[in-house]
């Protein structure tokens, strides 16, 4: 693990990344692990990350605690969205991690992005970023862009990022 990890650092050029994540942590027990805490613990005191944490996409309040609890992680970046049945269990997770230091990446914010199989009718895309932001222990948010008109609609959600009515109405709260 720690090996590939510097040789893939090789391989780019970099020195350093800025967050290295252990990726899809589904259990406390995985974030908790000793030997993948001792590899990030590694990681950061040689200078290979300036940041260690996880992601998660299920199971996210119990991944969360786990690593507020460990003393260990800077990061979590995890699922959140207005979707999410478990979506106030999430919520009480991050700001427990929050309130510990960490910062918290909301991912997965589009809820899928259409509210249907076939996708013929899209989720209000600038509601859902809306809908994330409320949430003041959320630090960043991963919207997902591929084009300068999503761009251009993300951005604008930074001058108000109060939900409408209509947006509400939109997400079916």
Same mark, same amino acid.
């Given at each position: 693990?720690?090996?590939?990890?510097?040789?893939?650092?090789?391989?780019?050029?970099?020195?350093?990344?800025?967050?290295?994540?252990?990726?899809?942590?589904?259990?406390?027990?995985?974030?908790?692990?000793?030997?993948?805490?001792?590899?990030?613990?590694?990681?950061?005191?040689?200078? %290979?990350?300036?940041?260690?944490?996880?992601?998660?996409?299920?199971?996210?309040?119990?991944?969360? +605690? *786990? =690593? #507020?609890?460990?003393?260990?992680?800077?990061?979590?970046?995890?699922?959140?969205?207005?979707?999410?049945?478990?979506?106030?269990?999430?919520?009480n997770a991050i700001a427990?991690?929050a309130k510990a230091g960490?910062?918290?990446?909301?991912? %997965?914010?589009?809820?899928?992005?259409?509210?249907?199989?076939?996708?013929?009718?899209?989720?209000? +895309? *600038? =509601? #859902?970023?809306?809908?994330?932001?409320?949430?003041?222990?959320?630090?960043?948010?991963?919207?997902?862009?591929?084009?300068?008109?999503?761009?251009?609609?993300?951005?604008?959600?930074?001058?108000?990022?109060?939900?409408?009515?209509?947006?509400?109405?939109?997400?079916?709260?």
């Amino acid at each position: 693990f720690i090996k590939k990890f510097n040789v893939s650092l090789k391989r780019l050029n970099l020195d350093y990344v800025d967050i290295f994540l252990l990726h899809n942590v589904g259990s406390r027990e995985v974030a908790l692990d000793p030997a993948l805490l001792e590899a990030m613990i590694r990681f950061k005191k040689e200078g %290979k990350a300036r940041f260690i944490g996880v992601s998660t996409h299920i199971n996210e309040p119990e991944v969360i +605690k *786990a =690593a #507020a609890e460990s003393n260990i992680y800077d990061v979590v970046m995890t699922a959140y969205n207005f979707r999410q049945p478990h979506w106030i269990e999430v919520k009480n997770a991050i700001a427990m991690a929050a309130k510990a230091g960490l910062g918290i990446i909301a991912m %997965k914010i589009m809820a899928g992005a259409f509210w249907d199989r076939e996708r013929k009718r899209p989720i209000n +895309k *600038a =509601a #859902a970023l809306k809908w994330v932001l409320q949430d003041e222990n959320v630090h960043n948010a991963l919207a997902g862009i591929t084009s300068f008109d999503h761009l251009k609609e993300d951005l604008s959600v930074m001058k108000n990022r109060q939900l409408t009515s209509q947006e509400i109405k939109d997400l079916q709260l």
